[in-house]
């Protein structure tokens, strides 16, 4: 399902670290020596964040002799950002309704008004 997958991306994106790891992936493909060489911890550790991001897609291992590289899935992002259009084209609609309100409001109270006579005593 579509919404599974997001919550596993966007729970995966959550953690600073992996969007750190995703944001290097983006320029290249690594090791996972190479991914360990900034933080303060273990390559198991590492192993266990990019672990994450492979069950949510956004990552796939390959083998090349003795290396096994990291790539971003970035297709992923595809439905990240179909995800987030949806709801941008939303709000947006809320506004340009919000701000048709407004104007017509503004317009409203800028139209000039015929005074107030006042009444004639004994008038009925």
């Not at 992002?77 to 939303?90: C, G, N, S, V």
């Amino acid at each position: 399902m579509v919404d599974d997958q997001l919550s596993r991306v966007f729970s995966a994106l959550a953690d600073p670290t992996r969007r750190d790891m995703v944001a290097r992936l983006a320029v290249a493909d690594a090791g996972v020596n190479e991914l360990a060489e900034p933080y303060d911890v273990s390559v198991q550790a590492v192993s266990k964040h990019l672990k994450v991001l492979e069950d949510a897609g956004l990552v796939t291992r390959t083998r090349e002799a003795q290396r096994r590289p990291v790539h971003l899935e970035a297709e992923v992002f595809d439905l990240m950002t179909k995800w987030i259009e949806r709801y941008r084209r939303q709000a947006e609609e809320r506004y340009r309704r919000l701000d048709d309100v407004l104007a017509e409001m503004d317009t409203d109270s800028a139209a000039p008004t015929e005074p107030r006579r006042p009444r004639e005593r004994g008038a009925s």
